[in-house]
């Protein structure tokens, strides 16, 4: 299903920097939330450890997280396609787009932390959680080199894609939403029509 309103292409770049990996973009804002704590009570549970490694890994660099790289394309995409400055789009996707999708974004986490559950057994989950603890350029290299770093090469495009699903069946709901709520103000305010046209089918009933 095709998010609506052509939103998707700034999902993928953020799913990329939450598994790792650098995109550019073309605001540097910080993500606003930090990723909430796990579970001490459930700190034993292969989930729950899987879930602790996708908040690890968010953690390393907030302001390129899943949410944060997210909320930067949002902005760049309001910015060239209506008449708001960096500033106002900030201001609408902050107050309007963004309390949204942080209301639910512990459900996109489980999502990604059961993908990394059915990838990786306990003991490789938790020998992924401590190469994150050391993010160096040599230590990086080492980790490549171990029967785990060759696992995880091999897993990441199939994690990567399984990934791509899951934030689209997460989002395309919160986008559908923001939409509904906000679309028609945005056109007023000079955003493109065609941003916030709601495809045929493209949402939920």
């Not at 559950?117 to 993010?135: C, N, Q, S, W, Y």
Request: aromatic share 6%; hydrophobic share 40%.
């Amino acid at each position: 299903m095709r998010m609506a309103g052509g939103w998707a292409r700034v999902a993928l770049p953020a799913l990329a920097l939450l598994l790792g990996y650098g995109v550019s973009g073309h605001a540097d804002e910080p993500n606003p939330t930090s990723p909430p704590e796990a579970s001490s009570d459930s700190a034993t549970t292969p989930q729950a450890d899987a879930l602790a490694l996708v908040r690890e890994m968010a953690a390393r660099d907030p302001g390129r997280s899943f949410l944060g790289s997210f909320r930067t394309g949002m902005i760049n995409t309001l910015v060239e396609r209506s008449k708001l400055t960096p500033q106002q789009a900030m201001r609408v996707i902050d107050e309007d787009f963004m309390p949204i999708y942080q209301a639910h974004f512990g459900e996109y986490e489980l999502k990604l932390a059961d993908i990394w559950a059915k990838h990786f057994t306990p003991a490789e989950i938790a020998g992924l959680r401590d190469v994150m603890k050391d993010p160096s350029p040599e230590h990086r290299d080492i980790f490549k080199g171990t029967s785990l770093g060759r696992k995880f090469v091999g897993e990441l495009p199939e994690i990567n894609h399984e990934a791509a699903v899951a934030a689209r069946e997460w989002g395309t709901p919160l986008t559908c939403t923001a939409f509904k709520q906000h679309g028609p103000d945005l056109v007023k305010m000079g955003v493109d029509p065609a941003l916030v046209r709601l495809p045929p089918g493209a949402c939920p009933d």
